[in-house]
Structures are given as structure tokens and as C-alpha cells.
């Protein structure tokens, strides 16, 4: 009977154990959507700053020198 008790609190342990990893692993998974998300929505408000291909005026020549020439 004494075995069976132990092995029964072992395996209530390692169930609480597994139980509060669970709940960290679920907060960790939600804390990186959310940045995710937030680092998605960076990303399109940049793309929406570029100007559209082909829109600007020519570029001269000029422009592309470095500043020491």
C-alpha cells in the first residue's frame, strides 16, 4: 500500500510539474505572437514610407558619388 502511495504523489508531482511548464510555455507562445504581431505591423507602416518603384523622378549620376569626390 505504502509503495502505491508513493508512486502515486511521484506521479502527482510530476503532473504539477508539467502543469505549471505547460502554463509557461502557453504565456511564453503568447508573449512572442504579441511581439509578432507588433513587428509586423512595423514592418507594413515602413513598406507603406518607400515610395512606389518607378514613381520617382531619374536619379542623376551625381547622386550616386560618394562625398569625398
Keep these: 500500500m505504502d509503495e502505491t502511495?508513493?508512486?502515486?504523489?511521484?506521479?502527482?508531482v510530476k503532473a504539477a510539474y508539467a502543469e505549471d511548464l505547460l502554463d509557461q510555455l502557453n504565456l511564453t507562445v503568447y508573449r512572442q505572437q504579441q511581439?509578432?504581431?507588433l513587428l509586423l505591423r512595423e514592418l507594413h507602416a515602413l513598406r507603406e514610407q518607400l515610395p512606389a518603384p518607378g514613381s520617382?523622378?531619374?536619379?542623376?549620376?551625381?547622386?550616386?558619388?560618394?562625398?569625398?569626390?
Excluded at 502511495?5 to 502527482?12: D, I, K, P, T, V
Excluded at 520617382?56 to 569626390?69: K, V
Design 5 to 12: 502511495r508513493e508512486r502515486l504523489e511521484a506521479l502527482e
Design 56 to 69: 520617382g523622378a531619374p536619379r542623376s549620376l551625381r547622386d550616386e558619388l560618394p562625398p569625398h569626390y
Design 35 to 37: 511581439r509578432i504581431d
